[in-house]
């Protein structure tokens, strides 16, 4: 129907060819246009799986940037801007899995529905570009800052470099390509205008675009291997750190898998069902690159979180757990200060425990309630001794525990 001026034809005549089969069907086949098989379960859980794991990586990223290391790079706003590109991208692949469907054979797909389908994959393609770039370069500044020193210019320097601009451009003429292949500009989605493609060969601009976004991710993944491992630490280490980079091999595999997707696609007349494996491809690469750059952060976000603080107050309720006495060890294992350290009361109970445990000393009301009683009068102490406990212990105590000056006055201000 290329060539057809439709508009120019009765509206019965119109009709009749907009709801015609946009692809003849096979031999045999009868189309079905109201229920036509599919694969749309695929889209439905990939997609929200990939945006949630986008989500989290990027709100990670974003607060160990701004509450741990109290600024913002330009690669994070490039992040941003990239994250908002990828939804209104995602959104137009979920308008397109809604209908005609994910992996729709076309000759299950009307001509007029087919004409809002390629309409809907023009503006996809050129999204897709407007997310990947942010990331890629993203990515790239991220190895400037990680591994080039102030004022170096070293191999990472150049490559980075080289590559920042090497996409950029690439991407953008790849736009104006598309852009300006057709004439008139609707002829790019409208199959049945007069017109023609003649300035640019769309197919093989496609197929150029998923060649050099193959090459350029796996220039991007090695740039880092070669500096890190020249590094001054263990092989475990290093092996460790290559773990998380080498997520980009995920984002490589996309990238590989979208290159022989869109080969495919170039060479199938069924359009509908050969872009689905694209599009899928295009969103699990970008989802690895948000992964590649955000995951590294992790281990700062978590390294801001006093941990350390945590684990001395879950001791310490393990501890505490430890002396609850029962009768017989009030009686049998019960111990106080002697000489002129020696008090009416019992200082604290010891109970049978791992000769390794960290025991806080402290001194407890006679009335008290237990280990709650200890625990609060140990938050009102200024300061306790925390030592291990072995029931072969040597002490030796200072001969005038009233010198102010003294170890024991200080460690126990309230004796």
């Not at 080289?162 to 852009?179: E, G, R």
């Not at 001054?232 to 080498?246: E, V």
């Not at 049978?352 to 402290?362: G, K, Q, R, T, Y």
């Amino acid at each position: 129907m290329s060539g057809v001026d439709i508009a120019s034809l009765p509206p019965e005549q119109q009709e009749q060819i907009l709801n015609s089969p946009s692809l003849p069907a096979p031999d045999g086949v009868v189309p079905n246009f109201d229920d036509p098989p599919n694969n749309n379960v695929v889209a439905h859980v990939l997609f929200p799986i990939w945006l949630a794991l986008i989500t989290v990586a990027l709100v990670g990223r974003l607060y160990t940037r701004h509450f741990y290391m109290k600024r913002l790079s330009i690669g994070d706003y490039l992040l941003m801007f990239a994250y908002a590109v990828l939804l209104a991208d995602f959104g137009l692949c979920y308008r397109m899995t809604a209908f005609p469907g994910i992996f729709v054979h076309q000759w299950d797909v009307r001509l007029g529905d087919f004409i809002n389908f390629l309409k809907f994959v023009f503006i996809s393609s050129q999204v897709y570009i407007f997310a990947i770039v942010p990331i890629k370069v993203a990515i790239l500044l991220e190895w400037l800052r990680i591994f080039v020193p102030r004022g170096t210019r070293n191999l990472v320097f150049w490559t980075s470099h080289i590559l920042i601009w090497t996409n950029v451009i690439f991407y953008l003429s790849i736009v104006v390509a598309l852009n300006v292949a057709c004439t008139p500009y609707e002829y790019n989605w409208n199959i049945l205008l007069q017109g023609s493609c003649e300035r640019v060969d769309t197919k093989d601009t496609n197929l150029s675009a998923s060649v050099f976004n193959f090459l350029s991710d796996v220039l991007i993944l090695l740039i880092p291997q070669r500096t890190i491992w020249k590094l001054q630490m263990t092989t475990n280490r290093k092996i460790g750190i290559s773990i998380i980079f080498a997520i980009g091999l995920l984002g490589c595999g996309a990238a590989l898998a979208r290159l022989v997707e869109t080969v495919l696609h170039a060479t199938s007349p069924d359009f509908t069902y050969t872009f689905s494996a694209v599009m899928l491809c295009s969103g699990a690469e970008l989802t690895c690159g948000f992964l590649i750059i955000c995951i590294p952060c992790f281990p700062q976000a978590f390294g801001a979180i006093e941990f350390s603080k945590l684990t001395k107050k879950l001791s310490f309720r393990t501890s505490l757990e430890k002396l609850r006495p029962s009768k017989q060890s009030s009686t049998e294992n019960s111990w106080s200060h002697q000489g002129r350290f020696a008090t009416s009361k019992p200082v604290s109970k010891h109970t049978d425990i791992d000769e390794h445990v960290l025991l806080p000393v402290s001194k407890s009301h006679p009335e008290g309630p237990g280990e709650q009683q200890l625990y609060e009068n140990m938050g009102r102490a200024e300061r306790g001794i925390i030592r291990t406990t072995e029931f072969e212990a040597l002490e030796d105590y200072n001969s005038n525990p009233t010198n102010p000056n003294s170890e024991y006055s200080r460690q126990h201000p309230w004796v």
